[in-house]
Nanobody, 121 residues
Framework: QLVDSGGGSVQPGGSLTLSCTAS????????VGWFRQASGKEREAVSC????????FYVDSVKGRFNISRDKVTKTVYLQMDNLNIGDQGTYSC????????????????WGQGAEVTVSS
């Protein structure tokens, strides 16, 4: 089971950090990605981090603003999101997959329940 948390409401330009933790399996053996889905839009892969060398990947729209990282001690994956804009709104879910296919965690075996991110002035 994956649990993602840290969503909330911020003004444009604000920051949020999402967290993804696992229970019942070893998260550090999976590539972990973050997906988001805005209302009325398809789900989009945002960022992914590999399990072996910690390589990171981002969709172009978030490069330079988002940072994905993983803490192997606490077995948590974080998504630090800075300079948020209205286009970043949506439900963010973490997913544990086999490898990173660009910003996508490929073939996810586990999904988080989703954390809501609202950007509004």
């Amino acid at each position: 089971q994956l649990v993602d948390s840290g969503g909330g409401s911020v003004q444009p330009g604000g920051s949020l950090t999402l967290s993804c933790t696992a229970s019942g399996f070893a998260l550090d053996t999976y590539a972990v990605g973050w997906f988001r889905q805005a209302s009325g839009k398809e789900r989009e892969a945002v960022s992914c981090i590999t399990h072996n060398d910690g390589a990171t990947f981002y969709v172009d729209s978030v490069k330079g603003r988002f940072n994905i990282s993983r803490d192997k001690v606490t077995k948590t994956v974080y998504l630090q999101m800075d300079n948020l804009n209205i286009g970043d709104q949506g439900t963010y879910s973490c997913a544990a997959g086999y490898y990173c296919k660009g910003a996508e965690s490929y073939g996810p075996a586990y999904w988080g329940q989703g954390a809501e991110v609202t950007v509004s002035s």
